[in-house]
């Protein structure tokens, strides 16, 4: 059998970036805040009508969230109203870039 000669790529960090999407660290940062909330009504043990109902939502929505579709559509305000509304406090922080920061600004969340 002959050797494979697979090429590897490390990735960025940012598999949107990655894919060289528009708009990458909005997609990377709607995706973790996403990420919370389904892991948050998971470990409620809610379902999605349930979810939707605490959100103040629709099933709909829920559905897009767990599926993954879709999340570039919500807003960030409407993913951190439904965080606060699970019981978690959500703190924005807005800094200067630095000065060997060459392409602009960026967006971030951590947990």
């Known amino acids: 059998m002959p050797a494979s000669k697979d090429t590897v790529t490390h990735s960025s960090g940012n598999v949107f970036a990655d894919l060289d999407l528009e708009n990458a660290d909005e ?3 709607k995706s973790e805040l996403a990420h919370s909330i389904r892991e948050i009504l998971k470990s409620r043990q809610l379902t999605q009508t349930q979810a939707a109902k605490l959100l103040g939502t629709h099933q709909t929505h829920i559905s897009r969230l767990n599926s993954g579709r879709g999340i570039d559509g919500m807003s960030f305000d409407l993913l951190m109203s439904w965080l606060t509304k699970l019981d978690r ?7 200067k870039i630095p ?13």
């Open 99 to 111: 000065k060997n920061q060459q392409d602009g600004g960026s967006i971030q969340v951590s947990m």
């Open 89 to 95: 406090n959500v703190t924005l922080t807005v800094q």
């Open 27 to 29: 997609l990377l940062a």
